[in-house]
C-alpha cells in the first residue's frame, strides 16, 4: 500500500499560482495512477486531474483545463498540482489519490472518486479575490 501527503496549499490572491505536491511513501508511486480531486465547503468532491502511471496521459476537469498542470516525479516519488490564474471558485481542500490494479486503458475513466484506493489527508487552497 502507499501513503499520500499533501502540501503547498495556502491562501492566493486571484490569478495568482501555486504548486501542490503529494508525496508518497511505502508502495512506489510509479505502481499506482494518480489523482487530484478538490471539495468546498458544502459541496460534494470533484475530479480535477488525472495523470496515467508514466505521466503521459492526463486528464482535465473542464473548470481548470489550460489552468492546471498535473505531473509527476517517479523517481522522487511524488504526484504535482501545477495551479495558475487561480479563481476564488477554485477555493477548496485538495486531495491527492493513488490507484492501484487493475488499470484503465482510457485516461478518461479517472474521473470518479470512487475507483482509488489510497487518498491523503487533504491541503487547503483559499483564493482570494
Known amino acids: 500500500q502507499v501513503q499520500l501527503v499533501e502540501s503547498g496549499g495556502g491562501l492566493v490572491q486571484a490569478g495568482g499560482s501555486l504548486r501542490l505536491s503529494c508525496a508518497a511513501s511505502?508502495?512506489?508511486?510509479?505502481?499506482?495512477?494518480m489523482g487530484w480531486f478538490r471539495q468546498a465547503p458544502g459541496k460534494e468532491r470533484e475530479f480535477v486531474a488525472a495523470?496515467?502511471?508514466?505521466?503521459?496521459?492526463?486528464y482535465y476537469a473542464d473548470s481548470v483545463k489550460g489552468r492546471f498542470t498535473i505531473s509527476r516525479d517517479n523517481a522522487k516519488n511524488t504526484v504535482y498540482l501545477q495551479m495558475n490564474s487561480l479563481k476564488p471558485e477554485d477555493t477548496a481542500i485538495y486531495y491527492c489519490?493513488?490507484?492501484?490494479?487493475?488499470?484503465?486503458?482510457?485516461?478518461?475513466?479517472?474521473?470518479?472518486?470512487?475507483?482509488?484506493?489510497?487518498w491523503g489527508q487533504g491541503t487547503q487552497v483559499t483564493v482570494s479575490s
Open positions: 489519490a493513488a490507484k492501484g490494479p487493475p488499470y484503465y486503458s482510457d485516461i478518461n475513466s479517472y474521473w470518479n472518486s470512487r475507483r482509488y484506493d489510497y
Open positions: 495523470a496515467s502511471r508514466s505521466g503521459g496521459n492526463t
Open positions: 511505502g508502495r512506489t508511486v510509479s505502481y499506482y495512477a
